[in-house]
């Protein structure tokens, strides 16, 4: 089934040559509501019906002695994206049009620089870290990162989870990545970039510091979790393929812990590594060659995923799934999308254990890419520092809606990661976007994951299963074993 919404009316600007830009911007402030999945639609005409309404007053044969600049018409893209999806209505509690005009008034936007600084300055007024300006450069790294080949040193990484911290932390390092062979670890705290500090830095000025040409060399100093001495490694960096989903038939004589009563036949395990392009199809592959192969039981690994698309957790929920919803959407009016279980899930019915950790990052904001390579929910909350990439709220959305389904047991060290805040990107018209939380997640039983995360039935301990690789299998067939099954 389709992602559903309450049906509602909005209204945007209309004969608009015949107006005045004082009547076209009344009309642009009119409350609308709407549905979910037209968000993308609205917020973006409405960014450039605006620019539409100052650009006739502009090209009128006498202009006003302060008539809008081209400049101040990009700030203006920007200030209306947020002020028509914006999560809080309250704005952080200030007046969105008073801060437009102050910002026209007093803000100098001479040049694109200049009027960059005043978009980042707005949108930090919201005191959201999450809503955020992308540069051309940085939307189109992020859309590149989701199409499953990426350049860079092969880090995921996010904000620290303790407040007593400020340096950001390794989500997880790709395999076989620069980062990976350098000895960079999940759960490392990075210290500093080429010689800058990360405490207090954003996930996209880490990313400034860490993108480059393929070949080049970044220095990264770092510290393990287990250790109080940091060191330093020099990372080349590359052209990375990723590889989203590896699999494994794990022979009969497992652990009496690990499988459920009545089974004790072979066991499949499938790991997602990441939400790309490729892994819905490759997730499936892996599940029918497992079950041709006669696996009575599946383990889904899902540790340190780093992110990717909405839709590819979506398709592997509806591929374990068979019926009942899978996710609720909810935005500042109380509207919501439920994406529901399609009937035709692949093997609804298979003993399903799924490994979660804190590195199965909650992550994010998503967003919805209305143009470009992208069109559909995705993540950005993780920068996957070989380029921009998303992050993996989805992940804990098909944990959540895989345990509240019944359909699988959750096992792990901890809660998940717990963001559960969307964000939607609106392309601005240089090529630039902004990036603006827009709802939140809640599994099928209403619960709203962010800042609280999935919790696990069973608890694994940490390095218990190895990630991946020839250990899984011995791993689970130790005497033991941690339990994953009821």
């Known amino acids: 089934m389709a992602a559903r919404s309450p049906s509602d009316a909005g209204s945007t600007c209309v004969k608009i040559n015949n107006r005045t830009n004082l009547e076209c911007t009344a009309a642009l402030e009119q409350n609308s509501k709407s549905r979910f999945n037209d968000l993308i639609k609205k917020v973006t005409t409405g960014a450039a019906a605006t620019a539409l309404c100052f650009g006739i007053m502009m090209s009128t044969s006498q202009l006003p002695a302060k008539s809008v600049t081209t ?19 309250s704005f952080n509690g200030q007046s969105w049009f008073r801060i437009r005009e102050q910002y026209l008034k007093n803000e100098s936007m001479a040049n694109r620089k200049q009027t960059y600084s005043a978009i980042i300055k707005l949108l930090g007024s919201l005191d959201d870290p999450f809503t955020r300006f992308l540069t051309p450069d940085r939307l189109s790294a992020l859309r590149r990162g989701t199409a499953g080949s990426v350049t860079g040193v092969g880090v995921e990484v996010t904000y620290p989870a303790s407040p007593d911290s400020q340096d950001l932390v390794v989500v997880t390092p790709l395999p076989g990545g620069p980062a990976e ?3 960079i670890r999940a759960g490392d705290a990075i210290i500093s ?21 393929v070949g080049s060399e970044v220095q990264i100093s770092l510290k393990h979790a287990d250790l109080a001495e940091s060191f330093t490694v020099a990372l080349t960096r590359e052209k990375l393929s990723i590889n989203p989903v590896t699999s494994e038939l794990c022979s009969s004589g497992m652990s009496s812990s690990v499988g459920p009563s009545g089974t004790d036949g072979p066991l499949g395990y499938i ?29 889904l690994d899902i540790r340190n995923n780093g992110g990717g698309l909405f839709p590819a957790g979506v398709k592997v ?12 959407i909810a935005d500042a009016n109380g509207v919501r999308d439920i994406y529901s279980a399609d009937g035709l899930a692949l093997d609804p019915d298979t003993p399903l ?6 590195g199965t990052a909650s992550a994010s904001e998503v967003f919805m890419a209305h143009h470009g390579s992208l069109h559909a929910p995705a993540l950005i909350t993780h920068i996957v520092l070989f380029g921009i990439h998303t992050a993996a709220l989805h992940i804990q959305v098909l944990a959540g809606a895989l345990q509240d389904s019944k359909r699988a047991t959750i ?9 559960g805040l969307i964000q939607t990107i609106v392309d601005l018209s240089d090529g ?39 250990g899984v299998c011995t791993a689970l067939q130790e005497e033991n074993a941690p339990k994953l099954f009821r």
């Open 271 to 299: 790991r997602v590594a990441t939400f790309n392009g490729n892994t819905s199809e490759a997730f499936s592959d892996a599940l029918i060659s497992l079950k041709k192969q006669g696996a009575e039981r599946l383990v």
């Open 317 to 328: 929920a509806r591929s374990l799934i068979k019926t009942g919803d899978i996710v609720l």
């Open 193 to 213: 970039i080429d010689g800058t500090p990360t405490a207090g830095l954003s996930l996209y000025e880490a990313s400034d510091l860490l993108l480059g040409e």
């Open 432 to 470: 630039s976007g902004v990036a603006v939380t827009v709802a939140r997640y809640q599994t099928p039983s209403g619960t709203d994951i962010n800042k609280i995360g999935i919790s696990p039935d069973f608890t694994v301990p940490v390095n218990s299963i190895p990630i991946g690789g020839s």
């Open 353 to 358: 254990a799924v490994l979660v950790n804190k």
């Open 181 to 183: 062979r350098a000895g």
């Open 71 to 89: 400049e101040q018409l990009l700030f203006l893209e920007a200030w209306r994206a947020v002020d028509r999806a914006y999560v809080d209505k």
């Open 411 to 419: 096992a792990g060290e901890s809660r998940t990661f717990g963001k």
